[in-house]
């Protein structure tokens, strides 16, 4: 055992010269640091936002004059009373009363749902706990958050970390409590690592920097000062040897990189120069160049709803993505010019019938702009111009008055506390556009804007030029890249072209950790965050990197195509459920092809909009819009033709609408063209976002 661990820090040590040489921040934008871009205002006016609660008292005070993250994996720590659990893998973590209650959960399986069982297996905190002081965030990144509990205690909670880490920064008594019965206490000789046994069948290791006095009713009896690290023990005499083994060095923060395209580099800052054991998910497993599979220990296993975690040592992690292929235009093309004349007549037709976008909500007003910017791009790819220009203006008179706060129904405004872009309407109604005011579904309000924005600035560039700032701050309300407090890589991006200093938070709704989005803004779930619609997402980062093209700005289409298809690679793994899905339950699986909202902690066949029989729906949200990144998103076709199948006998349903039955027939289209075709045929309307151009330059184009 010892020569194994040796011959793994040898390899580490070499390994991590090579990842960091591709690491380093390197210019992946036209702009060289003489050419920076303009420097542009902030265009849209501010409004004091009365729908979102104030930063709560939970934010430490050097934080609140920053953007704040509104979609982090670890919100309910700061919402209301920052009680309410979230899963922070492998553990379920809640911070009550000013101590830490660390749980790995078991798991409820049913046919229209699985979800993750709290108990407070463990919970640690010291003669402070219980204080009218609960805890703060005193820090935060892409990949952790960092608590300070009574009496001056510093939690670092690092996401795929085996260990909960307390660093006991002033003397104090640690106090342990279970729900569980503890049956027995062993302590080494040292008193240095104590191995506690339960009567639910769990074992854990406390380990400690110091001497720890632990009695056998889990009573401390004299003060601590140093780190306490906590950890489940999950396996065998070999799993409790890895983790004796790295006990002692331990994560402090950590960052994502993406500088390079298809590509994320996660690093961990730590207390040492030891080795970190990490746990990483399968996904990350399955996309890691590095560290190589000789620093994966499969003995160090633990359960999670997004899949089996396993050991990997480095501080290092590179994850490569394959690349999306995917600008403007279909992938394969009309070929036949039938098909072009048919196509080309529909457009005509439909372009035709435009009327002026009446809706004050921003999500449906959005969708119906990018309706219209479909039509502009499929004409411009069959060659129909005069459509195209018809639809250029369409779009010019349609969103010029929300550049300008000329729209009568509602219009964007700035929300300086918080950092982002929200609606007129949501600044003092939480429930108006969906919650935009409280921060959920940023994205795909403000992808579908960003598309159509893209779109015309692409056939209008003096419409582009003039409106530049504010197509970017829409971008950027979901797409900036600066850390807001941290220093992590920060010249390896460039597409703050509005100030210096980032005016919203990070990535406002991807999770680098799980790698998708997240969806449901300032507002406490018991099941943590969620999201809904993964191709509504795709669309936010498709859209964001044809707004990069549009100014030729490599940075930022090279970080939403990368968003992209990491987001996909998500959607496909974790929403998508084929029937040879190995990470749910057969009782599950044998239900589903597909999800309805995925949450941290659970999986839901149900939509917030729709029952769980209503398969059409739950296949329509998870394929909306279609676009030429649909084909990526949907390219398994073994599983297209079971997940259609799997939908058809509920189209027999009398209160399924057409424009739900025009997304099953899409995907059919995949597999089966010409039968696609006469079912589109016979459709009598279509969802408010699509058309029957758009569908039929999705089949046409197989």
């Not at 960091?20 to 036209?30: A, D, L, M, V």
């Not at 039955?661 to 408010?688: R, S, T």
Request: aromatic residues 12%; negative net charge.
């Amino acid at each position: 055992m010892q020569k194994l661990f040796q011959g793994v820090s040898s390899r580490l040590k070499k390994l991590r010269k090579r990842i960091r040489r591709q690491s380093r921040p390197r210019p992946t934008g036209p702009f060289t640091e003489k050419q920076r871009p303009l420097l542009l205002p902030q265009p849209f006016p501010t409004v004091e936002n009365v729908a979102a609660q104030r930063p709560s008292e939970f934010w430490s005070s050097s934080l609140t004059s920053l953007p704040l993250p509104t979609n982090a994996a670890w919100l309910n720590f700061v919402i209301h009373e920052g009680s309410v659990p979230e899963y922070l893998h492998p553990y379920l973590i809640q911070v009550k009363g000013g101590a830490l209650t660390i749980c790995y959960p078991s798991r409820l399986v049913h046919a229209s749902f699985i979800i993750q069982d709290f108990e407070a297996n463990l919970t640690v905190g010291s003669s402070y706990s219980n204080s009218s002081r609960s805890h703060v965030v005193t820090s935060f990144d892409d990949l952790s958050v960092t608590l300070e509990l009574p009496g001056q205690i510093t939690a670092p909670l690092v996401r795929g970390c085996p260990y909960i880490t307390f660093i006991f920064n002033e003397p104090a008594f640690p106090t342990f409590a279970t729900a569980h019965a503890v049956l027995d206490v062993k302590s080494n000789e040292t008193c240095t690592k104590h191995k506690v046994s339960m009567n639910n069948g769990q074992t854990w290791l406390i380990f400690s920097s110091d001497p720890l006095l632990l009695a056998p009713n889990l009573v401390v009896t004299s003060e601590f000062k140093g780190v306490i690290r906590v950890a489940l023990l999950n396996g065998d005499i070999e799993m409790e040897a890895i983790l004796d083994r790295f006990c002692s060095t331990y994560p402090l923060e950590g960052c994502a990189d993406i500088s390079g395209p298809f590509r994320i580099a996660y690093e961990w800052r730590k207390n040492d120069e030891g080795e970190l054991l990490m746990l990483g998910l399968p996904m990350h497993r399955e996309l890691m160049s590095a560290p190589n599979a000789e620093c994966i220990f499969s003995s160090v296993c633990y359960n999670s709803i997004d899949g089996e975690m396993q050991g990997i040592v480095g501080d290092l992690w590179v994850m490569n993505e394959s690349p999306v292929p995917v600008e403007w235009f279909s992938l394969k093309g009309i070929q036949e010019l039938s098909r072009r004349k048919e196509l080309s007549d529909v457009l005509q037709h439909e372009i035709e019938l435009l009327k002026p976008i009446t809706t004050d909500s921003t999500y449906f007003h959005g969708k119906a702009l990018a309706r219209v910017a479909r039509m502009a791009v499929i004409a411009e790819e069959i060659g129909c111009l005069d459509v195209m220009q018809t639809a250029r203006e369409f779009l010019e008179r349609s969103l010029t008055p929300w550049m300008e706060g000329s729209f009568a129904g509602n219009s964007f405004l700035y929300d300086p506390m918080w950092g982002g872009l929200i609606s007129r309407n949501g600044s003092h109604n939480p429930g108006a556009d969906f919650g935009l005011g409280v921060y959920n579904d940023h994205h795909y309000h403000m992808g579908y804007f960003c598309y159509a924005c893209a779109v015309l600035a692409k056939v209008d560039p003096l419409w582009g030029s003039t409106y530049k700032a504010h197509l970017y701050a829409i971008a950027e309300d979901f797409m900036t890249t600066n850390h807001p407090h941290k220093q992590y890589n920060q010249a390896q991006h460039d597409t703050r072209v509005t100030q210096r200093e980032p005016r919203f938070p990070r990535f406002r709704n991807f999770d680098f950790w799980v790698l998708h989005s997240w969806a449901g803004g300032l507002t406490e779930f018991a099941d943590g965050r969620n999201q809904e619609s993964t191709s509504e997402a795709v669309n936010a980062y498709y859209s964001a990197s044809l707004l990069g093209r549009v100014f030729m700005d490599n940075s930022l289409t090279a970080a939403g195509l990368t968003l992209a298809a990491f987001e996909i690679r998500a959607a496909r793994t974790l929403w998508h459920v084929p029937s040879t899905c190995c990470l749910y339950e057969p009782e599950f699986v044998s239900s589903n092809r597909m999800l309805g909202v995925l949450w941290a902690n659970k999986r839901d066949t149900g939509l917030w909009f729709a029952s769980p029989d209503w398969k059409e729906c739950r296949l329509g949200i998870q394929l909306l819009p279609i676009l030429p990144i649909t084909e990526i998103l949907f390219e398994d076709v073994e599983f297209v033709k079971e997940l259609v199948e799997w939908v058809w006998p509920s189209l027999s349903r009398p209160d399924v609408k057409d424009g739900w039955k025009g997304f099953v027939y899409a995907l059919q289209a995949i597999y089966a063209p010409d039968e696609a075709l006469h079912n589109v045929d016979a459709l009598m309307e279509h969802d408010d976002g699509n058309s029957l151009s758009n569908l039929l330059w999705w089949i046409y184009s197989r």
